[in-house]
């Protein structure tokens, strides 16, 4: 007999990812071929989600009473993720992807119609509505880094659909592998020290997910 632990459900999803931004990131070896104006689309859309992360950016980099160029000196690139959460009979014992905060700077979510997408606040998982042409803004673990702790990074999960195809884009805008992410120092003084040791993004990506501590100068 096949024993199911209820407090721990079991994640499935299909993802597909590939760079979408700067060009010579790009490897088409590793986009879609079909439908055939996969390309096409991809890279006008490309265009626009671009043109709202770097107003993101600037607002982003002004609510820290910075520069506007701020952020977007540190986050260069843009990747594409495609998420397929098929339907299952049992969305109370599968769940989509575990908790989790994103591990790049901010991701900006594009979901189809079916909802599953959870937030984490207050202590309860709150479900968010399905707007359609809305687009998520999910702060991840750079910018609360980049920040010395004034943006958080969101915890979040997604559910399956007992029916539905449950479908999301999320593109992660992030820094390269070598940029070395802490907190900007004009965030930082004796009274308000720095609560993250810089850390290349690589070296913190490795940390993450070897489950290996990253040191917090606060703990
Ligand atoms: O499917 C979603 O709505 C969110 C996906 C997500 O959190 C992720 O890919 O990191
Ligand atoms: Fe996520």
Redesign the pocket.
């Known amino acids: 007999m096949h024993e199911v632990d209820l407090e721990n459900k079991i994640g499935t999803?299909d993802?597909l990812s590939h760079n979408i931004w700067p060009p010579s990131s790009v490897n088409y070896k590793y986009w879609p071929k079909n439908p055939l104006d996969y390309r096409e689309v991809n890279e006008e859309y490309t265009r626009q989600i671009k043109m709202l992360s770097e107003k993101i950016m600037e607002w982003l980099s002004k609510g820290l009473g910075l520069q506007g160029e701020a952020v977007k000196e540190v986050m260069s690139e843009y990747m594409m993720?495609v998420?397929y959460?098929p339907p299952c009979p049992h969305p109370d014992l599968i769940q989509?992807?575990d908790p989790?905060t994103?591990v790049n700077g901010f991701?900006l979510?594009l979901?189809n119609e079916v909802p599953?997408?959870q937030v984490f606040k207050d202590d309860h998982w709150i479900d968010?509505k399905h707007i359609p042409s809305a687009i998520?803004v999910?702060i991840g673990d750079q910018i609360l880094r980049l920040s010395n702790g004034r943006y958080k990074n969101v915890l979040?999960?997604?559910t399956v659909d007992k029916e539905r195809t449950?479908?999301?884009w999320?593109v992660?805008v992030r820094p390269t592998y070598d940029t070395v992410v802490g907190p900007f120092p004009e965030l930082t003084s004796q009274d308000d020290p720095p609560k993250f040791k810089p850390i290349a993004y690589k070296d913190y990506i490795y940390h993450k997910f070897s489950k290996l501590p990253i040191v917090h100068l606060d703990s």
Do not use: A, E
């Open positions: 999803v993802q993720l998420n959460y989509g992807l989790h994103d991701t979510v979901p599953g997408l968010l998520i999910i979040h999960k997604t449950r479908m999301s999320p992660l």
